[in-house]
């Protein structure tokens, strides 16, 4: 026998349920966290954007002495919370999350995104009159088989302001360029591992090249969170040093390019945005690219892949610098000093190219 029902409830819906007194919003297995305004404008630009959002779970109890139906929230208890408040004009959109809006409560919305906010529907399950043990087993099953969160994943449940919205525009704007050039599989874009790769390349655009390492992106989306300083600039830059790896990616002879595996694409970023912009900490001399440059710099990188395919057992004959560069590769590939190692003699390549045009 079904113990439950599926249903949408739209957000006018739950509205007048609560105004009749027949939503519990704060049962007794319940958690007590409270989201802060930021979380909560993100969840409502996701609806005024009328993008899903997780299912919400309901325990539906009929008390036969007064026939009133209560719906007791099981999960979803700050998303229905935050909507809520939006319509009473506890907060407003935050302008990171949404520019045309951004600084509005519900009350100043145009009367046209009113109605569309009222009538977004959640997806919704009522467990119909299920004791706590039932509660507890169901949620049992539901997680049998999790998968583990890992470091982005759970970053993006923590951060909802400047530097995470920044990270994720981008990202996705690049989505196609990832799975196209074979730095992220699809799947790994599922995971957000393209997410944590734009953190690091915006890390070291604004801070200079670091390891990577959780406690140092951590501290970048904690201590940017508020407010991430040039942002629009460093938006601006990274998009125009991605298009210029584009570039140089597609008058690539090599299909299999060096530069589509991550660790030398963040290299050829780095070197590539130190060419145009300067790169924190690097002190190499700086020549603008140029569309011109693009087919020197293509041959001038082959270089790179004649180095790997060197075997491990002649490295020791290579030249020194050429050595230094495979080594840096080889090893500890997210160590700084590595990192600006490598960066630093990918920038050379691409400069003794243009200086000889």
Not at 38 to 61: E, H, M
Request: net charge positive; charged share 30%; glycine share 4%.
């Amino acid at each position: 026998m079904q113990i439950f029902k599926s249903r949408p409830l739209s957000v006018k819906e739950i509205r007048d349920m609560a105004e009749r007194d027949e939503l519990d919003l704060t049962p007794e297995f319940q958690r007590r966290s409270v989201w802060t305004d930021k979380a909560r404008s993100y969840l409502i630009d996701t609806i005024v954007r009328g993008k899903p959002i997780p299912k919400i779970y309901f325990r539906t109890i009929e008390n036969p002495t007064t026939n009133k139906t209560i719906h007791a929230v099981i999960d979803g208890q700050q998303r229905l919370t935050s909507v809520l408040s939006f319509l009473q004009d506890g907060f407003p959109i935050n302008k990171i999350h949404n520019t045309e809006f951004g600084g509005m409560r519900f009350s100043k919305l145009e009367k046209s995104v009113q109605k569309e906010f009222l009538y977004y529907e959640f997806i919704c399950d009522f467990l119909l009159d299920a004791p706590d043990v039932e509660i507890y087993d169901i949620f049992a099953r539901m997680n049998k088989y999790p998968v583990k969160i890992n470091d982005q994943e759970l970053r993006n449940s923590q951060f909802y302001g400047e530097f995470k919205s920044t990270v994720y525009e981008l990202a996705l704007e690049f989505n196609t360029f990832w799975k196209d050039k074979g730095i992220f599989t699809a799947k790994q874009i599922s995971r957000m591992f393209e997410a944590e790769f734009v953190a690091e390349l915006l890390i070291a655009i604004s801070s200079g090249i670091k390891a990577k390492s959780k406690p140092i992106i951590d501290k970048a989306f904690l201590d940017w969170d508020n407010l991430f300083p040039h942002r629009l600039t460093l938006m601006n830059r990274f998009r125009q040093t991605m298009d210029t790896i584009g570039a140089i990616l597609a008058g690539s002879t090599a299909d299999d390019s060096s530069f589509r595996r991550g660790p030398l694409f963040y290299t050829l970023f780095c070197a590539v945005y130190h060419m145009q912009f300067g790169m924190p900490d690097i002190k190499r001399k700086r020549t603008s690219i140029k569309q011109r440059d693009i087919p020197k710099i293509c041959i001038a990188l082959e270089k790179i892949d004649q180095i790997f395919s060197v075997p491990a057992s002649a490295v020791s004959s290579l030249p020194p610098r050429d050595r230094e560069f495979r080594q840096a590769t080889d090893v500890h590939t997210i160590h700084a000093s590595n990192r600006t190692v490598r960066a630093e003699y990918v920038i050379d390549l691409i400069r003794n190219a243009i200086d000889n045009r």
